[in-house]
C-alpha cells in the first residue's frame, strides 16, 4: 500500500504533470549530475542554468543567473492562508485555504510539463535533535535542487524517517513560466504546506528556508511552546577561553552574514558561527533558552563582502569543500571566468557580463551586479564554525540582540531593563529598507524583532507568545538593541562596523557576566564611556555621546509613528507592551 508521502507526490505529479518524477538521495555524484544538466540542458529563459566558473581560485563554484524580474523575496505575493483572516493578523497578506488552493490548482494544472519532479526529502535540524523536522520540497528546478542540498540536510535517510507517517512538512514548488502577475508563495500552518509558483528566488522557491522555517514554524512555535526566529546564532570566545552564546535579530541585508562571521579586532577574542538567518529557540530543562541553526547553509548577500569587511566569508567561498558553491545574479569577470560584485575587490576589470548577462559599461552607472545578488555556500566550508553546530540540543543563549538600519535616533547599543522592556524593544524595531524585498529602498519601517515579513500568525500575539516564554525562563537571557548605522552631521557612519562590532559584543558578554556595570537612560542601559574598548579607533568624547545621543524633541515623530504601527494590533496588542510604550512616552516628553 501507497505510504502518505508516496500519496502526496502522486497527487501533485498528477497536477502538475512532469516528464518524469526523480527521488533524490542528497549524495555528491547526484548534486555533480544536477548540475551538469543545468550547464548542458535546462535553461532559464534563454541561458543555462548553470555557468561552470574558473575551479582553480573559486573550486566547485557555479555562476547561475535568475530571470530578471525574479531577483527578490515577493512579499506582496506571499499568503498565510487560515480559515479565520483575524488569524493573520494585519500585517500578513490573507486568502481562505479554499480559494486560495483553488488558484494554486488552476496555476499548477500541468505547470511540469517537459520538465523534471525533484523530490528533495530533507530534515531542518540535525536529525538526532528533538527539535528537528523532517521535510519534503517537490520543484522543477535544477538550481533549487542543488540550493536545497546545500541549504538543509537532503538526505534519503529522512524517507525512512517518515516511513508511513502523515506528519512531514510538505512544500511544492514551481517556476510556472516565471510570469509576476502568477506568482504566489503560499502558506497553509494548519496543514504544514507551502505551495509557491512562478518564482525561483531563494526566499521564494527554498521552501525550507523563509517559508516553512519562519512562518510555518513560527506558527508552530506558538502552538507548541517554542520561538522560530529570522537570528543569527553565534558563540563569543573571550581571552579566558570562555564562550558566550547569543543570537542577533536584523531585518534582510543589515549585516547578519558579517556578524555571524565576524573576525574580531580584539586580541583574544574569537567569533564561532552557528548561524547566519535562522534560529529555533526552546526552552531547556534547566530553565535557559537553547538556540539551533535548523539550516546547513549561508545564503548571503555578495556584494560589499570581501577580505575586509568579511575574510571568513571569502575563505567559505573559496573552501569547495563542500559540493556545490553558488553564485546568484553576481557579475562574471569574462577573461577570469570568476564572479564579481561590487566591492569584492579592487580590479579595474573592463570585461564584465553584468547580472543579466550584458557587457557591462562602467560609464552608464548601473551595477555590474544586482544588490541583492547572492551567494550560497555550505555552512560547513566555513573556518570559523563553531564545534557545537551538529549538537542537537543547540547551545544556551545568554543574550538576544535586535537591530535595524538607523542612521539616526537609535544608540549604538542599549540594554533592556528587563525581559518584558525587552520584549518592547523588540516589537519597536525598525529599519531603513533594502534591496532583499521588491519594495522601495531606503524608506523607514517597522519591523518587530525583523519578522515582520516572517511571522506567519497575528503579530499582537506573537508578542503576548515572547512575553509567555520570558515567564517559563529560569534564566532568561538579557535583550539588547544594537545600531551600526547611525550618521553624523555630514551623513558618514560614526561607527566603524565590521570587525570592530566584537567592542559592542564584548561590552554585552561582560554585562551578561556581570563584569561592568551600566548607565540609565530612557530607552534603556548605556556603556560608561570607559567600559566599551575603543583603544585603536578615532572616536573621542564627543563621537561617543553622539552614537548615545537621546533628543525628546527628535523622537516625537518616531513616538506616533511607533504608537500607530503598535494601534493596528487592537485588542491583541499586550497590556504589558502599552505600558512600555506608554512609560517611554512620559519619559520623552
Ligand atoms: C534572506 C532574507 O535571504 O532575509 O535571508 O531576505
Ligand atoms: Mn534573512
Given amino acids: 500500500m501507497a505510504t502518505p508521502l508516496e500519496k502526496w507526490v502522486e497527487e501533485q505529479a498528477k497536477l502538475t504533470k512532469p516528464d518524469e518524477i526523480y527521488w533524490c538521495d542528497g ?70 485555504p479554499k480559494e486560495a488552493k483553488a488558484l494554486l490548482t488552476r496555476l499548477s494544472d500541468g505547470c511540469m510539463r517537459g520538465r523534471t519532479m525533484y523530490v528533495l526529502p530533507y530534515m531542518m535540524g540535525h536529525p538526532d535533535s528533538p527539535y528537528a523536522k523532517a521535510c519534503v520540497q517537490l520543484t522543477d528546478v535544477s538550481y533549487v535542487a542543488v540550493s536545497m542540498r546545500i541549504m538543509t540536510r537532503v538526505d534519503k535517510s529522512v524517507l525512512e524517517k517518515i516511513g508511513a507517517r502523515d506528519d512531514f512538512v510538505r512544500g511544492l514548488h514551481s517556476v510556472g513560466d516565471l510570469d509576476p502577475d502568477k506568482r504566489f508563495i503560499m502558506h497553509f500552518p494548519d496543514e504544514h504546506l507551502v505551495w509557491s509558483i512562478g518564482s525561483g528566488y531563494g526566499g521564494n522557491a527554498l521552501l525550507g528556508k523563509k517559508c516553512f522555517s519562519l512562518r510555518i514554524a513560527s506558527r508552530l512555535g506558538l502552538q507548541e511552546g517554542w520561538l522560530a526566529e529570522h537570528m543569527v546564532i553565534l558563540g563569543i570566545e573571550d581571552p579566558r577561553g570562555n564562550i558566550t552564546y547569543v543570537t542577533v535579530a536584523m531585518p534582510s541585508a543589515c549585516g547578519k552574514t558579517n556578524l555571524a562571521m565576524l573576525e574580531s579586532s580584539l586580541p583574544g577574542y574569537k567569533v564561532w558561527t552557528i548561524g547566519d538567518d535562522i534560529a529555533w529557540l526552546n526552552i531547556g530543562s534547566d530553565g535557559r533558552l537553547y ?72 560609464s552608464k552607472g548601473a551595477k555590474a551586479a544586482h544588490p541583492n545578488s547572492r551567494f550560497t555556500v555550505s555552512i560547513y566550508n566555513s573556518p570559523a564554525l563553531s564545534k557545537e553546530f551538529d549538537n542537537p540540543k543547540g547551545v544556551p543563549i545568554s543574550a538576544i540582540i535586535l537591530g535595524g538600519r538607523r542612521t539616526h535616533l537609535i544608540p549604538l547599543i542599549t540594554e533592556a531593563f528587563n525581559w518584558q522592556h525587552g520584549v518592547f524593544l523588540g516589537a519597536r524595531n525598525s529599519s531603513e529598507t533594502t534591496a532583499a524585498a521588491v519594495h522601495q529602498v531606503g524608506v523607514v519601517r517597522r519591523d518587530p ?61 561582560d554585562r551578561v557576566n556581570n563584569r561592568v556595570g551600566a548607565k540609565e537612560t530612557p530607552l534603556g542601559l548605556i556603556p560608561e564611556l570607559n567600559d566599551l574598548d575603543l583603544q585603536g579607533l578615532n572616536i573621542d568624547k564627543e563621537k561617543f555621546e553622539k552614537l548615545f545621543e537621546i533628543k525628546p524633541s527628535q523622537w516625537q515623530e518616531e513616538l506616533q509613528e511607533m504608537g500607530s504601527f503598535l494601534n493596528q494590533f487592537g485588542k491583541r496588542l499586550p497590556l504589558e507592551i502599552q505600558q512600555e510604550y506608554k512609560k517611554l512616552e512620559g519619559q520623552l516628553k
Avoid at 545564503?299 to 575563505?315: D, E, I, Q
Avoid at 569543500?321 to 553576481?330: A, R, S
Avoid at 575587490?345 to 573592463?350: E, G, I, Q, V, Y
Avoid at 538579557?478 to 560614526?494: A, L, M, P, Y
Wanted: hydrophobic share 35%; with cysteine.
Fill in 27 to 96: 549524495s555528491e555524484e547526484e548534486a555533480r549530475r544536477i548540475v551538469e544538466k543545468g550547464i548542458k540542458q535546462e535553461k532559464v529563459g534563454e541561458h543555462h542554468i548553470f555557468h561552470e566558473l574558473n575551479h582553480k581560485t573559486w573550486p566547485n563554484s557555479y555562476w547561475h543567473r535568475s530571470h530578471p524580474t525574479d531577483v527578490a523575496r515577493a512579499e506582496h505575493l506571499t499568503y498565510v492562508c487560515y480559515p479565520d483572516k483575524d488569524t493573520a493578523g494585519p500585517t500578513n497578506n490573507w486568502m481562505d
Fill in 449 to 509: 524583532m525583523a519578522m515582520l515579513p516572517f511571522c506567519g500568525y497575528h503579530m499582537g500575539d506573537y508578542f503576548r507568545h515572547w512575553l509567555n516564554i520570558g515567564k517559563r525562563l529560569a534564566h532568561p537571557p538579557k535583550i539588547f538593541s544594537v545600531n551600526w548605522f547611525r550618521v553624523d552631521d555630514e551623513g558618514e557612519f560614526i561607527w566603524p562596523g565590521f570587525g570592530e562590532n566584537i567592542r559592542v559584543l564584548k561590552w554585552i558578554v
Fill in 291 to 362: 538556540a539551533i541553526n535548523p539550516e546547513t547553509g549561508l545564503f548571503g548577500v555578495a556584494p560589499g563582502t570581501s577580505m575586509k569587511t568579511n575574510p571568513n566569508m571569502l575563505r567559505a567561498l573559496k573552501a569547495g569543500k563542500f559540493y556545490p558553491t553558488l553564485f546568484t545574479n553576481t557579475a562574471l569577470d569574462v577573461a577570469a571566468n570568476e564572479p564579481w560584485w561590487e566591492g569584492l575587490n579592487d580590479s579595474n576589470s573592463k570585461n564584465l557580463l553584468d547580472w543579466e548577462g550584458k557587457p557591462w559599461d562602467k
